[in-house]
């Protein structure tokens, strides 16, 4: 399949533990690629390089192609690598270096852009300067590249909101809202975040104060357009402006599900990082926690982290030098779903056979988790065993002349921090949409015509096996690399 794409990559990049299966698969199958240009943000280029080194060759995901290369591993880093120091949210890309410009404006004919700042509640100027103004950014460099025939932005299935039923693989189009509110217009987005940093600026507020200033404005910007949170609002805008602004570039928009650890390759297991289902597993493997919020009917949508790199990559040999938009749900709730049901069973399955074991050294016992299915059970629980101790204690630290005051601030924090928790994530625990992903099964017949093809760029989720995944792989790599 690679062999039609004997061509250059330019890799753009914040911190997305995607980068890394990218460019190991790259650098391991895929021989015709002249180069990439990976580019990551630091001070200075040798700074930018480190990084490379330290946060990308240095994982263990690398180990695979060390034991394949050997000490070649330096020479083909040189000549397939070139670190770019930049950073997407400017406008010309914070490239420095004129001569390395050149040359890739001469000689880029693929663009991936994962830059991305994932929290649900982000720093709105932070998510807009990335997520939306930093796609568009990108597509304007893309847009002076001589030889470009292909543009892949990778999103996120989760830029539908809160829908329910079957949610088809189509675009969203400049000002379209969620909720039908009218007005979104994304310079007036800017203008408004450009004005309130002003006023902050001016009457000298912390830097305390203008973080949840701007968190708590991207929040209610996302709500008025009907999105749940900052991060998949200012994704959906970047699909708006890639799409609007693009003119004739072929563009691939990559909506991949929860993404979670390797099935298969560079070897199974590997994660970094704790997104979403994984903070759960994290939680209750530790002992921290007693009950799972959530409907038991619905579908977690899940896909292995290799899969999603495999989609990236058939898509791009498909649609190189056509001039369209195709967008590809990259998941797994319409044709191997994962009920949530699913999730304590195996957990509890996995912790009681293969206990954790803490920094004291001891193992850690956990019990059956308390199933939570609506907000009003979650809502009692709290105050059952949360915030009636919490009354207790503001009462004896009266009594004790505010010895305790430490202490009850503290508690009074963690709990302010688990109803904001749930805030954000509740439209997820009882998420009842399933994602349509007719494009991208057709990409299975279109390219991968032989065995070994199909071998190497696996995607299909209907063979995965969510118990034996589960208890095999994902959570022995979870407690392996992150907790």
């Given at each position: 399949?690679?062999?039609?794409?004997?061509?250059?990559?330019?890799?753009?990049?914040?911190?997305?533990?995607?980068?890394?299966?990218?460019?190991?698969k790259?650098?391991?199958?895929a021989?015709?690629?002249?180069?990439?240009?990976?580019?990551?943000?630091?001070?200075?280029?040798?700074?930018?390089?480190q990084?490379?080194?330290?946060?990308?060759?240095?994982?263990?995901l690398y180990?695979?192609?060390?034991?394949?290369?050997?000490?070649?591993?330096?020479?083909?880093?040189?000549?397939?690598?070139?670190?770019?120091?930049?950073?997407?949210?400017?406008?010309?890309?914070?490239?420095?270096?004129?001569?390395?410009?050149?040359?890739?404006?001469h000689?880029?004919?693929a663009?991936?852009?994962?830059?991305?700042?994932?929290?649900?509640?982000?720093?709105?100027?932070?998510?807009?300067?990335?997520n939306?103004l930093?796609?568009?950014?990108?597509?304007n460099?893309?847009?002076?590249?001589?030889?470009?025939?292909?543009f892949?932005?990778?999103?996120?299935a989760y830029?539908?909101?809160?829908?329910?039923?079957l949610?088809?693989e189509?675009?969203?189009?400049?000002?379209?809202?969620?909720?039908?509110?009218?007005?979104?217009?994304?310079?007036?987005e800017?203008?408004?975040?450009?004005?309130k940093?002003?006023?902050?600026?001016?009457?000298?507020?912390?830097?305390e104060?203008?973080?949840?200033?701007?968190?708590d404005?991207?929040?209610?910007?996302?709500?008025?357009?009907?999105?749940?949170?900052?991060?998949?609002?200012?994704?959906?805008?970047?699909?708006?402006?890639?799409?609007?602004?693009?003119?004739?570039?072929p563009?691939?928009?990559i909506?991949?599900?929860?993404?979670?650890?390797?099935?298969?390759?560079p070897?199974?297991?590997?994660?970094?990082?704790?997104?979403?289902i994984?903070?759960?597993?994290?939680?209750y493997?530790?002992?921290?926690?007693?009950c799972?919020?959530?409907?038991?009917?619905?579908?977690?949508?899940?896909?292995?982290?290799?899969?999603v790199?495999?989609?990236?990559?058939?898509?791009?040999?498909?649609?190189?030098?056509?001039?369209?938009?195709t967008?590809?749900?990259?998941?797994?709730?319409?044709?191997?779903?994962?009920?949530?049901?699913?999730?304590?069973?195996?957990?509890?399955?996995c912790?009681?056979?293969?206990?954790?074991t803490?920094?004291?050294?001891?193992?850690?016992?956990?019990?059956?988790?308390?199933i939570?299915?609506?907000?009003?059970?979650?809502?009692?629980?709290?105050?059952?065993?949360?915030?009636?101790?919490?009354?207790?204690l503001?009462?004896?630290?009266i009594?004790?002349?505010?010895?305790?005051d430490?202490?009850l601030k503290?508690?009074?924090?963690?709990?302010?921090?688990?109803f904001?928790?749930?805030?954000?994530?509740?439209?997820?625990?009882f998420?009842?949409?399933v994602?349509?992903?007719?494009?991208?099964?057709?990409?299975?017949?279109?390219?991968?015509?032989t065995?070994?093809?199909?071998?190497?760029?696996?995607?299909?989720?209907?063979v995965?096996?969510w118990?034996?995944?589960?208890?095999?792989?994902?959570?022995?790599?979870?407690?392996?690399?992150?907790?």
């Amino acid at each position: 399949m690679m062999s039609k794409q004997d061509c250059v990559y330019l890799r753009i990049q914040y911190k997305m533990r995607l980068i890394f299966i990218f460019v190991e698969k790259i650098l391991r199958v895929a021989p015709n690629v002249k180069k990439l240009y990976l580019l990551l943000r630091a001070s200075t280029d040798k700074s930018a390089t480190q990084r490379f080194k330290d946060e990308i060759l240095g994982k263990d995901l690398y180990r695979v192609l060390k034991e394949k290369y050997g000490p070649n591993l330096n020479q083909l880093k040189s000549e397939k690598v070139t670190v770019v120091n930049g950073d997407v949210s400017l406008e010309d890309l914070g490239l420095q270096d004129t001569d390395l410009e050149h040359e890739m404006i001469h000689q880029v004919d693929a663009i991936v852009n994962l830059a991305a700042t994932t929290k649900f509640d982000e720093r709105y100027d932070i998510a807009l300067g990335i997520n939306t103004l930093g796609v568009l950014n990108v597509l304007n460099f893309a847009k002076r590249c001589a030889k470009i025939n292909i543009f892949v932005q990778v999103s996120t299935a989760y830029v539908c909101g809160e829908k329910s039923g079957l949610i088809m693989e189509t675009p969203y189009r400049m000002g379209e809202t969620l909720n039908g509110t009218t007005g979104l217009d994304i310079n007036h987005e800017k203008k408004l975040v450009e004005e309130k940093l002003d006023q902050l600026r001016v009457t000298e507020a912390s830097p305390e104060t203008i973080t949840q200033t701007m968190k708590d404005m991207g929040l209610t910007r996302a709500r008025t357009y009907g999105w749940p949170n900052t991060y998949v609002f200012t994704k959906a805008m970047g699909e708006m402006i890639v799409g609007a602004k693009r003119g004739n570039l072929p563009l691939v928009l990559i909506r991949p599900t929860i993404i979670t650890s390797t099935i298969k390759e560079p070897f199974p297991g590997w994660t970094e990082g704790i997104r979403t289902i994984d903070s759960l597993g994290v939680g209750y493997g530790k002992g921290r926690l007693t009950c799972f919020l959530g409907d038991l009917n619905a579908v977690s949508d899940v896909m292995p982290a290799d899969m999603v790199v495999n989609s990236m990559l058939v898509s791009m040999a498909v649609q190189a030098g056509k001039q369209k938009e195709t967008i590809y749900h990259v998941g797994s709730s319409l044709r191997n779903p994962l009920k949530n049901k699913k999730l304590p069973e195996i957990a509890y399955h996995c912790f009681t056979t293969r206990p954790w074991t803490n920094k004291e050294g001891k193992l850690v016992r956990v019990r059956n988790i308390e199933i939570l299915s609506s907000m009003a059970s979650f809502h009692r629980y709290m105050a059952i065993h949360y915030l009636i101790p919490l009354k207790g204690l503001a009462l004896l630290n009266i009594v004790l002349c505010k010895l305790l005051d430490k202490s009850l601030k503290d508690f009074h924090r963690k709990i302010n921090f688990a109803f904001r928790l749930v805030e954000l994530y509740q439209p997820y625990l009882f998420f009842n949409g399933v994602f349509d992903d007719t494009n991208t099964e057709k990409l299975q017949g279109i390219v991968l015509k032989t065995e070994a093809e199909t071998e190497m760029f696996y995607f299909d989720p209907t063979v995965i096996n969510w118990d034996d995944y589960f208890v095999d792989i994902h959570v022995p790599g979870l407690v392996k690399y992150v907790f």
